[in-house]
């Protein structure tokens, strides 16, 4: 089955509203400047909750293909909870992606495999498409248990989903020490693992839904770095940090096939 490659930038806490406009402008021109086709890849960014109004009038007025999301959700659909975001709430703005259990909110706001279920859940409930983030850290990956970690992750964060709903989720391994840090991981490190879940997927549900899901590889990936990992079998794209800030290198990221 083909899989259409997502190339999703993932800005974090970077960004204001008009320093935004100023990026997916830049970014719609360069991926329409390019001599080459990137047609057959989605681009879809992921900004700070304050700039997606701002990002959806850019994308809606000027019918851009670029698609947009957030980068995390409330488990919660609305009420007193002070500071949340609801799914309902992004819906609204016309997001089609929301980042879900990316490891800074695993690791600085305490988010357990169980609340990242619960919010994967939410993503669903409100018609948007989780980006569902798992990844080792360096210790785990030294021990050489990177796999059995990562589809532990899996398991429980798929765990409360129907079939249905797995079969449209989008799967982004990030490991935690390429995350940020230049050491990206080999090729071959992206495909053993994003190889393992989709054999994990197939276990869990069918070799059918197995083959419909995307999985990504997330972890400092560059213009550079990107055609040698996308020509693992089983990675069907990127979830881009640092490089998702500058808008022709991004682009030339989106064009990995050129
Ligand atoms: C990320 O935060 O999801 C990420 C992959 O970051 P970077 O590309 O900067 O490593």
Same mark, same amino acid.
């Not at 249905?164 to 495909?191: H, K, N």
């Given at each position: 089955?083909?899989?259409?490659?997502?190339?999703?930038?993932?800005?974090?806490?970077?960004?204001?509203?008009?320093? !935004?406009?100023? *990026?997916? #402008?830049?970014?719609?021109?360069?991926? $329409?400047?390019?001599?080459?086709?990137?047609? +057959? %890849?989605?681009?879809?960014?992921?900004?700070?909750?304050?700039?997606?109004?701002?990002?959806?009038?850019?994308?809606?007025?000027?019918?851009?293909?670029?698609?947009?999301?957030?980068?995390?959700?409330?488990?919660?659909?609305?009420?007193?909870?002070?500071?949340?975001?609801?799914?309902?709430?992004?819906?609204?703005?016309?997001?089609?992606?929301?980042?879900?259990?990316?490891?800074?909110?695993?690791?600085?706001?305490?988010?357990?495999?169980?609340?990242?279920?619960?919010?994967?859940?939410?993503?669903?409930?409100?018609?948007?498409?989780?980006?569902?983030?798992?990844?080792?850290?360096?210790?785990?990956?030294?021990?050489?248990?990177?796999? !059995?970690?990562? *589809?532990? #992750?899996?398991?429980?964060?798929?765990? $409360?989903?129907?079939?249905?709903?797995?079969? +449209? %989720?989008?799967?982004?391994?990030?490991?935690?020490?390429?995350?940020?840090?230049?050491?990206?991981?080999?090729?071959?490190?992206?495909?053993?693992?994003?190889?393992?879940?989709?054999?994990?997927?197939?276990?869990?549900?069918?070799?059918?839904?197995?083959?419909?899901?995307?999985?990504?590889?997330?972890?400092?990936?560059?213009?550079?770095?990107?055609?040698?990992?996308?020509?693992?079998?089983?990675?069907?794209?990127?979830?881009?940090?640092?490089?998702?800030?500058?808008?022709?290198?991004?682009?030339?990221?989106?064009?990995?096939?050129?």
């Amino acid at each position: 089955m083909s899989r259409t490659p997502l190339m999703a930038g993932n800005w974090k806490m970077n960004l204001d509203h008009i320093e !935004a406009t100023h *990026l997916v #402008q830049k970014l719609d021109w360069s991926l $329409q400047d390019a001599k080459h086709d990137y047609g +057959s %890849v989605e681009v879809a960014v992921c900004p700070p909750f304050t700039d997606i109004r701002t990002v959806q009038s850019l994308v809606d007025g000027d019918k851009m293909s670029i698609k947009y999301g957030a980068q995390d959700l409330s488990v919660h659909d609305s009420g007193a909870y002070t500071g949340e975001i609801s799914g309902a709430f992004l819906a609204k703005l016309g997001c089609t992606y929301v980042i879900v259990g990316h490891s800074e909110r695993r690791e600085y706001h305490d988010e357990s495999d169980a609340v990242v279920a619960d919010k994967l859940i939410a993503a669903y409930r409100y018609g948007l498409t989780p980006i569902f983030c798992c990844g080792e850290g360096l210790e785990v990956r030294k021990a050489g248990n990177q796999v !059995a970690h990562v *589809l532990d #992750q899996v398991r429980a964060g798929l765990s $409360q989903l129907t079939p249905e709903q797995v079969r +449209s %989720v989008v799967i982004a391994y990030e490991p935690i020490w390429a995350i940020g840090t230049g050491e990206v991981a080999t090729p071959e490190d992206a495909q053993e693992v994003c190889g393992a879940i989709r054999g994990e997927l197939a276990e869990l549900y069918s070799g059918d839904t197995a083959d419909g899901i995307r999985i990504l590889y997330g972890g400092s990936v560059k213009s550079g770095n990107i055609a040698a990992i996308m020509a693992g079998p089983d990675v069907d794209g990127a979830l881009v940090g640092g490089a998702s800030l500058d808008a022709p290198e991004f682009a030339a990221i989106c064009r990995y096939q050129s």
